[in-house]
DNA sequence: TTCGAGGCTTGTGTATACACACCTCTCGGC
DNA sequence: GCCGAGAGGTGTGTATACACAAGCCTCGAA
C-alpha cells in the first residue's frame, strides 16, 4: 500500500475515532514523522482530509481537524435527509425486494443483538451498514453513492456524540426496518418518507443528549466536499426542519 | 498565488471547457512542463481533480479526465435533483423574500436578454448563477452548499452537450422565475416541485439533443467527490425518474 | 510601561533527485 | 511460429533540500 494511503487512513481513522480532536493542528512535519512518511504523502494525505471535510485548511495555521458542533450537526443532517431520502426512494424504484424483505426482517431481529457481550454494538451497527450497503448497491448511482460514502465519514464522526443507548438503538432497528420493508415493497414515497422520520429521530436524539458541545463558537466552518475558492459561511445556522 | 492553485485551475477550466477531452492522460510530467510548475504542485492539481471527480486515477495509467456520457448525465441529475430541491425548499423557508421576488422579475424579463448580440448568452447564464448564489446564501448549510458548488462543476462541463437554443433558454428562465416566485412567497413544497419540473425539463432537452455521445461505451467512471478505494460500477444506469 | 520595529524561528510551498513498479519490446527456446 | 522470460524504458511514489512567508519574541525608544 502507498504512503500517502496508509497516512490518509492512519488520520481519516484517528479523526473520526476522536483521537485528533477537533481543533488539532496537523502540522506537516510533526504528522510525517509520527506516520512515519515523509511530507510528501503526508501532504496527499491532507488534502484528502480537507477534501473529505474532516479537516480545513486554515491560513498560516496549516490544517486542523474540522470542527463539529451542534450547530453544523442540523446542517449535515439537512444534507443527509436529501440524499438518503432519494437514495431509499429510488432503492425503492430500482432495489431487489427480496434482498430488502430479509434485510427488514434481520432488522425487526435486531434487538437480540444488543445484548451486554457487545458494548461496541459491532453487531447492530454492521447490520445497519448492511442497509446502507444494499441501497448503494440499488440506487445504481455512481455519483449519488460517492456522496453518501463521503456523508457517512462524517456521521461516523458524529456517532461519538450521540451516546445511543440500547433503548435508541432498538427504536433505530424499528426505523431502519421500516424503511427497508418500504423499499422492499417498491413504495419509494414510504421509503423516503420513513427514512425522514429516522433521521428525525436520529437528530432529535443527539440534541437531547448533547447539550453542550466543546468550542461551540469558534467555528473553523465545516466541508463535506472539495471547495476551490469557497467562502466559509460564519453565520450560525437555523434550526433544521424535517418535513 | 500558489502554483498548486494556478495549475488546478488551469486544468480544471480545460476540463470544464472541453479543451482537455474525456479520457484524456493527464501524466504528471508532460502537464507539469505545460503548465510551468514543478511535479508537487501539480501532483496536488491532480488530487483535487479527482477529488471533485473532473479527473480519475486509474491504476498504472495515472489520473485520466473522466467521461461523461448520457448514461452518467441520469445520474447526475438525480443527485442533483436530490440536492437542488432540497435547496431551493430550504431557502423558501429561509430566504429573503424580496431579493427572490426581485429575482423572479428579472428571470420574467431575461427573454430580452437572449439577443443574437450574446452569442455566448452570458448575461443569462449570469442571471442563472445569481439564483444559484442567492439559494446559497439562503439556505444557510455550508454542507449543501459545498455539494452543490461540486456538482455545478459538473453541470457546467455538461453544458456543452446541451446545446441550449434561445427556446429552451426561454423556457428555462420561466422555470428559473417560477422557482424564484415560490421561494419569495415562503412556499417550500412549491419550490421543490418547481425545481423538479425544471430539472426534469432540462435533462430531457439534452437527452433529446444528444442522442449520441462520444465513447459511450468505455465508461471510466464519473465521480463527485473523493472515493478512497471505492468500486467504480460499470454497470448501465437506468432512467431517471423524476416525481 | 507600552508600542513598534526588526530579526529569528517555524512551517508551508516548491523543486528536484532517486527508487521502484509496471509496461513493452525483443530475443531465445520449445 | 508462438509463447515466455528478461531487459530496458517510462512514469509514478517518495524523500529531501531550499526558498519564502508569517508569526513571535525581544530589544530599544518614546
Not at 49 to 56: P, S
Not at 203 to 216: E, F
Request: proline share 5%; with cysteine.
Amino acid at each position: 500500500m502507498k504512503a500517502s494511503d496508509r497516512a490518509y487512513a492512519s488520520l481519516r481513522d484517528d479523526i473520526v475515532e476522536w483521537r485528533l480532536a477537533p481543533g488539532t493542528v496537523l502540522g506537516e512535519v510533526e504528522q510525517a514523522e509520527r506516520l512515519g512518511v515523509s511530507r510528501t504523502p503526508l501532504r496527499e494525505a491532507l488534502a484528502r482530509l480537507t477534501a473529505e471535510g474532516l479537516a480545513t485548511a486554515q491560513r498560516g495555521r496549516g490544517v486542523v481537524v474540522s470542527d463539529v458542533s451542534l450547530a453544523h450537526l442540523g446542517e449535515l443532517f439537512e444534507l443527509r435527509e436529501a440524499l438518503e431520502c432519494k437514495a431509499a426512494s429510488l432503492a425503492a424504484q430500482r432495489g431487489d425486494r427480496a434482498r430488502f424483505a430479509a434485510l427488514r426482517d434481520r432488522l425487526l431481529a435486531a434487538p437480540a443483538l444488543l445484548t451486554d457481550e457487545d458494548p461496541q454494538r459491532s453487531e447492530y451497527y454492521a447490520l445497519a451498514a448492511e442497509l446502507d450497503s444494499a441501497v448503494d448497491g440499488a440506487i445504481a448511482n455512481t455519483y449519488l453513492s460517492q456522496s453518501l460514502e463521503g456523508l457517512r465519514v462524517h456521521l461516523a464522526r458524529v456517532r461519538r456524540l450521540a451516546k445511543d443507548d440500547a433503548a435508541r438503538l432498538r427504536q433505530a432497528a424499528a426505523e431502519h426496518a421500516a424503511i427497508a420493508g418500504a423499499i422492499a415493497e417498491g413504495n419509494a414515497p414510504l421509503a423516503a418518507a420513513a427514512t425522514a422520520v429516522h433521521l428525525n429521530n436520529s437528530l432529535n436524539h443527539i440534541k437531547s443528549v448533547q447539550i453542550h458541545l466543546p468550542r461551540p463558537e469558534d467555528s473553523t466552518g465545516p466541508a463535506v466536499r472539495t471547495v476551490p475558492t469557497h467562502s466559509t459561511r460564519p453565520s450560525a445556522p437555523r434550526e433544521a426542519s424535517h418535513g
